[in-house]
């Protein structure tokens, strides 16, 4: 025998609502469940769902009732949710779920174009190199540190006022709020760069203008020192006064962080007679095309080169006649228009880096 109408109606209703009410949990699960307490919310919801379907067959009017409160219930859990994640302290975030591992230090070397953004996490310091310009900031740096599980960076480091490397400060100041930073002083013509500076004065944010020879501790088992550009250096092109930075890894581990160095600042730190001898090189590409020059990778012999490299404009893409010549030298090339990310996992005596789209792997020697 048939269903009057408005019971079919009731009961379809009412499975609805139940199917509606699954998909809404697990929705709510997925994308808040890692920063709130839901046990009770879920409770009475499912609850609420449990009395509807129990009283369909003998209450139609009632179930409407309680699907209606259904609805009511999954508007004021949605509505709390919103409010408490605008709320100061309100939320934090969690590292995706993994296996735990005891290392020294971990990098990641994020892919944002031409640009740079490096993330260096040691005990329980975290550092950017760069954060890319604005829009990478929004898409790809704090999507990439909300899903890491980071809610404090220790400090800032920017490397030169090109807004490929330093255009999202003003949005990573509104979330770090509280962050060391430290800027390389030496005059450029990048309006980006003269706004933050202005924006630091109106804040009272202080940064750290070092300069070669200065060094500063990431953490105890991480320094880094800078080796370019000397106080008081001034030059035309922003690229040609980024910083450089030597990271020593306890024990024995050296990456060199070159920015988009080129031929002119290699020149000069071989002519300073520093000690180059780096296990990685973490670098960009000049504005003139050329950097990596033979007698710099003579004094640098790095195991491992991470560079970008982009078709446009030309500049940034490396070329074939130089990949051929790291080839010969036996150096590993992560070029990151191949790679995308790279991570480096750093532990007491070994290291070993891992390109995020291909998955391969490269390890130290004593791996």
Known sequence: MALPRNRRFARGMARFAAA?????????????????????????????????LLST??????????????????????????????????HFYVEHPHWPEKLVAKITVLDVGAGAAVHLQTGSANWLFDCGNERNYQRVVREYLHWAGINRLSGLLLSHGDALHLGGTTQLLDDFPRIRVVDNAAPDHSAVHRRLQQLFREHGIEPDNLAAGDSFRLSRDV?????????????????????????????????????????????????????????????????????????????????????????????????????????KRGIKLFRQDDAGAVTLDFHQDSWEAQSYLTGEIFRSPSH
């Open 57 to 90: 067959p003998l209450l139609p009017g009632l179930a409407v009732i309680f699907n209606n409160g259904n609805w009511l219930l999954a508007q004021i859990v949605i509505g709390i949710v919103q409010f408490l994640a605008n709320v100061p302290g309100g």
């Open 223 to 327: 320094t880094a020192r800078v080796l370019f550009p000397p106080r008081n250096f001034s030059s035309s092109v922003a690229d040609d006064q980024a910083y450089v930075i030597h990271l020593l890894v306890a024990p024995t581990t050296g990456i060199l962080f070159m920015s988009d160095s080129g031929i002119k600042t290699e020149q000069a730190l071989l002519a300073s007679g520093l000690n180059l001898k780096s296990d990685i090189i973490i670098k960009g590409q000049h504005h003139s095309g050329e950097s990596g020059s033979h007698a710099f990778l003579d004094a640098a012999r790095p195991r491992l080169i991470i560079a970008t490299s982009r078709d446009f404009p030309g500049y940034e893409r490396i070329s074939d006649a130089w990949v051929e010549n790291i080839r």
């Open 20 to 52: 509606g009410a699954l998909v809404f949990l697990y929705r709510y699960t997925d994308f808040f469940g890692r920063e709130f307490d839901r046990g009770a919310d879920c409770f009475l919801h499912s609850c609420d769902q449990l009395l509807s």
